[in-house]
């Protein structure tokens, strides 16, 4: 068998018989690949345009990792197959309409060849027994990429993993008994403390004073998991999940000021938009989509001074670009 080139022309040669379907991979006319398998008791009961149309859609789905993506060829012994995928306005039977739906993600033409002439015909009526309950090949390969993506994009987060990040940050713990007691003489103390060093603890003096000055607009709302803390009707944000909330905004790199209207729709947290504007600054899809807006600078010299009595005594010409 040969090896699999993607940049070469790709054709799938397949057929169905009364006991299995076959394929053959093939490029150049040489075999890259070859599977077969036995139909199943259902499967044996449907017509011979239902059993060709499996084998297409079985084969195609086997070989996926080599076929999506990729223009190819299939070629198939019965020729109503052939209108049928190639013609859009084509009415098949429900089963065969539904594979055709079903294969829209693959681009491909079907051909018909004879069946004498058809490599696939001896693979058909030949099958693998033991792959007539197997599930598709592919599905290892996308569980691998699924898992990829999944992990690859930030999740949500729930008002239960809030709650419990509220609970260990300092900061919110602190403003929470402030609002609850009403008395805010303490946080200026401590606000002082930690500025002049003689407060050893884990409070942000800068958070502390931000709330201390919003805190006419603070409320607490109580969860199963604990308490969190409101700025009107946004969220307050522990200090632990700010970068995962910029994240999550800026998915779509929609640009600075999409970013921070979607955040101020939802959540606080104090410095949010000094955050925000260094996140998207430094995101480097953002930075590759951006296009230069610096321009050549004139040169310094030499100039020439020309001196003209009329009109078209001198003509010169230049070209410019239009980036917009």
């Known amino acids: ?6 940049r070469k022309a790709t054709v799938l040669i397949v057929d169905a018989s009364p006991v299995g379907v076959g394929a053959l991979l093939t490029q150049d006319g040489k075999v890259n690949a070859y599977a077969s398998r036995a139909l199943s008791d259902v499967e044996k009961r449907y017509s011979q345009t239902e059993r060709e149309g499996l084998a297409i859609v079985w084969a195609i789905e086997h070989f996926h990792l080599y076929l999506y ?7 198939t012994d019965h020729q ?25 993600t693959y681009d491909f033409d079907v051909k018909y060849k004879s069946g004498k002439s058809n490599a696939a015909d001896y693979m058909s009526r030949h099958p693998n027994i033991n792959e007539a309950n197997r599930t598709d090949h592919y599905d290892v390969a996308e569980e691998f990429v699924n898992y990829i993506s999944e992990n690859a994009i930030p999740k949500a987060m729930t008002i239960e993993e809030i709650a419990l990040e509220s609970k260990a940050d300092t900061n919110i713990q602190y ?17 002082k403390a930690v500025k002049s060093g003689s407060c050893e603890n884990s409070y942000d003096n800068k958070a502390l004073d931000t709330f ?3 805190k006419n607009e603070l409320t607490i709302v109580n969860t199963d998991k604990g308490e969190i803390l409101m700025h009107d009707n946004r969220i307050v944000i522990p200090h632990k999940l ?3 909330v910029i994240t999550l905004a800026h998915e779509g790199h929609q640009g600075i000021v999409r970013t921070k209207q979607l955040l101020r729709e939802k959540v606080y947290f104090p410095g949010i938009d000094k955050r925000v504007e260094d996140t998207c600054k430094a995101c480097i899809p953002c930075l590759a989509a ?15 001074y020309i ?12 070209f410019f670009m239009d980036h917009g």
């Open 290 to 304: 951006t296009p230069k807006k610096t321009f050549e600078p004139l040169p310094d010299a030499p100039w020439t």
């Open 212 to 214: 201390s000055r919003l």
């Open 242 to 244: 700010t970068d995962r």
């Open 307 to 318: 001196s003209m009595d009329a009109p078209w005594t001198y003509i010169s010409m230049d």
């Open 175 to 191: 403003v929470i008994k402030a609002v609850k007691s009403g008395s805010w003489e303490n946080s200026q103390y401590v606000i």
């Open 80 to 104: 109503p197959l052939e209108y049928i995928f190639n013609n859009p306005k084509s009415k098949p039977p429900a089963r065969i309409q539904r594979w055709r739906l079903r294969l829209q």
């Open 1 to 6: 068998m040969a090896y699999f080139d993607p």
């Open 69 to 75: 993506g990729h223009k190819f060829t299939l070629v």
